[in-house]
C-alpha cells in the first residue's frame, strides 16, 4: 500500500497548530514514542508502519508503507519504523487541588517537551499553559515529551483570569525572592514560570504572592540565569522533597 | 572588506572536530554570546561584524563584512550581526578539591550547553569530560553555554583512570540507590552523570561508591527517567542547598 495524495498534504499540514486543530490530529514518530501513545487513553487514526513493525492493533488502523515513503512523510532525520496519527484529546475538567505549574509564553518546543516530563516525574497532574506558550502537539514537544505527554493534564488558559480567581498560594522564580532552601513551601499551590527570554510579564506578577529564588554558588555575577527548564526541576525538587 | 576563500574555508572546516584542534580555533555567534566571549580570558583570533557592531578591540582583529557575507558564513537560522573565531585554550591543571562532575559519553551538544551553565550557577569550577563526551567548542555546546564556557575549566580525560586514582567520595544516580533527599551530600566529591539512552557503563558503576537516587512522585510507572541535564540540575542543588 502507499499514502494517497490526500494523507500526504494532511500529514504536511499537521506541522501548522492551525491545521492540528482543524483536524484535530497530531503526529508522534518512532518505535518507543508511538508505543508509548499506543498504550495511554489516546485514541489513534492512521499508523504509517512499514512491515518489519509489528503491533497489536486492528490491521484497518495500520497502513503499510515502503522505507522510502516513510522518508518522505517524516520529520525526522532518521526516520523509525512508524508514523502516526492520534486524535487530539477534548480538554479535561481543570483540577483545582494540588501543585500546579503554570507557563507564560514558553517558546521553546525542547523546553515545554522537558517540563512536561518534570510534571510526570514530580507527580503535578495539572500543567497550565497561557494561549501564546508553544502547542503541546507541536511534534517536537510530543518527541520531547514522549509518553508523559498523556500523564499530564494540560490546559491553554487566560493566565490573568486564572490567577485572578484562584485561591491557592501562587510562587515566583525570583532574584529578590527568599531563598528556596530556606523556605516552608506547601503542598498546593501555583508554580508560575515566565518566557524564555523576558521572564513573567508583570501584568502576572502583580498577582503572584511569594518569590522564590535559587541561590548562585557560583562566584562571578555575570553568569546567566538558569534556563526554564532546570529551573522548574529544581523548584519541584524543592516543592516535593519535604512530603 | 570581505572574506577570503581561505578563511571561508577555515571557517567551514570548524564545524569539524579534528579542524577546531587543528587550527586550535572555535566559532561563537551571535552579540551576546561574542560580547561575553570577549569579556573573558579567551583570546580572540578574528572577528567577522557587519557595520554597526560597535566594539573596544583592536580595528585589525576585526574584519568588517556584509549581512550578506555574514549569512554565508553563520550557523544560525538568524545571524546575528558577529561571528568570531576564538583561540582554544590550553588545557588548565586539573582540580583536585571541591565538588567536580563527571560526565560519561554525554552525546547531545544541548545538554553539554545546559550542564556547564548549571556547573557555573552552582560553583561547580571543574567538569570533567569521558573522550567521548561531546566537544565542549562544538558550536551548539558554545552557543547552549553561553559564558558559563569560560568559567569552568572543561577536561577531556580516562574517566577510569581518574577514578581508580582518585580518594574524593564518588556518586551516581540510579533507580537503586539512597534517597538523595535523606542523604547526607559531602562538600566535596565527584558526581558522574551518564550517556543519555545507556546511563554509566558498567566499568565505571563498579568504582563508585555511593549510589543515589532521584523519586519518582508519579504514580505511573512508565514514566520516563529524568533527562541526564534535570537530573544534573536537582542533583547539583541537592548537594548545594545545605552549605
Chains 1, 2 share one sequence.
Not at 492493533?57 to 515502503?66: D, G, H, L, M
Not at 490546559?155 to 485561591?167: G, N, P
Amino acid at each position: 500500500m502507499s499514502i494517497s495524495k490526500n494523507q500526504s498534504k494532511i500529514i504536511t499540514s499537521l506541522s501548522q497548530k492551525k491545521y492540528r486543530q482543524k483536524h484535530k490530529l497530531f503526529i508522534a514518530e518512532g518505535v518507543k514514542v508511538v508505543n508509548e501513545l499506543l498504550n495511554s487513553s489516546l485514541e489513534i487514526d492512521t499508523l504509517f508502519a512499514v512491515d518489519d513493525f509489528q503491533i497489536d492493533i486492528p490491521e484497518n488502523k495500520i497502513t503499510r508503507i515502503s522505507e522510502k515513503d516513510l522518508q518522505k512523510i517524516s520529520n525526522l532525520k532518521t526516520p523509525n519504523k512508524v508514523l502516526g496519527l492520534f486524535k487530539i484529546p477534548n480538554d479535561k475538567l481543570l483540577q483545582k487541588n494540588g501543585l500546579i505549574v503554570a507557563l507564560e509564553d514558553v517558546n521553546d518546543p525542547g523546553n515545554l517537551g522537558t517540563i512536561i516530563r518534570l510534571c510526570d516525574w514530580f507527580g503535578v497532574s495539572q500543567l497550565l499553559c497561557s494561549k501564546e506558550t508553544v502547542d503541546c502537539y507541536n511534534q517536537k514537544v510530543v518527541q520531547a515529551s514522549m509518553g508523559s505527554l498523556t500523564r499530564v493534564s494540560i490546559t491553554y488558559i487566560d493566565l490573568e483570569m486564572y490567577l485572578t480567581a484562584s485561591t491557592l498560594p501562587t510562587f515566583i522564580a525570583d532574584m529578590d525572592g527568599e531563598n528556596v532552601y530556606k523556605s516552608q513551601l506547601p503542598r498546593e499551590g501555583v508554580l508560575i514560570m515566565g518566557n524564555e527570554a523576558n521572564g513573567v510579564s508583570d501584568k502576572i506578577k502583580v498577582l503572584i504572592k511569594n518569590k522564590i529564588s535559587i541561590p548562585r554558588f557560583g562566584e562571578m555575577q555575570e553568569t546567566e540565569s538558569l534556563n526554564v527548564a532546570t529551573a522548574t526541576a529544581i523548584l519541584l525538587s524543592e516543592f516535593k522533597r519535604s512530603f
